[in-house]
């Protein structure tokens, strides 16, 4: 019966290890915003926390990238010219283009799940058992 647990054990421990190495650390990601046809593309983009945006004009015209609260403002882009912006902070961030009122979109800023908090779930669950 104890062979049995700890078989159990030790098979239940190498899952677990294997999960948890199959996890990687939550690499920060850029997300890429074009801006064609006097649009934002796509307009709203759902990222993690610690991720970038990056918007790249490609029209012909001048755009620029504005938080509708003050939060950012890039500089005025030309044609194939980029901003970036890394949020750090969670919540939803809509901005517009300061050129063109009619041009608009959204940020919206999510908890990303560390290692350390899954390893603690793989953790209790091997406790429990």
Request: hydrophobic share 40%; proline share 2%; glycine share 6%.
């Amino acid at each position: 019966m104890r062979r049995r647990r700890l078989a159990r054990a030790a098979s239940t421990l190498a899952g677990a290890v294997v999960l948890l190495l199959t996890v990687t650390n939550a690499q920060a990601a850029t997300w890429v915003v074009n801006i064609q046809g006097s649009q934002f593309v796509p307009s709203s983009v759902t990222i993690a926390q610690d991720d970038s945006v990056r918007w790249v004009n490609l029209d012909s015209v001048n755009h620029s990238c504005v938080s509708d609260t003050g939060v950012w403002t890039s500089p005025t882009l030309v044609h194939n010219a980029a901003y970036a912006r890394q949020f750090t902070v969670l919540g939803t961030f809509q901005y517009h283009c300061g050129h063109h009122v009619g041009m608009l979109g959204t940020v919206i800023v999510n908890a990303v799940q560390t290692n350390r908090e899954t390893w603690g779930k793989i953790k209790r669950l091997y406790e429990d058992r």
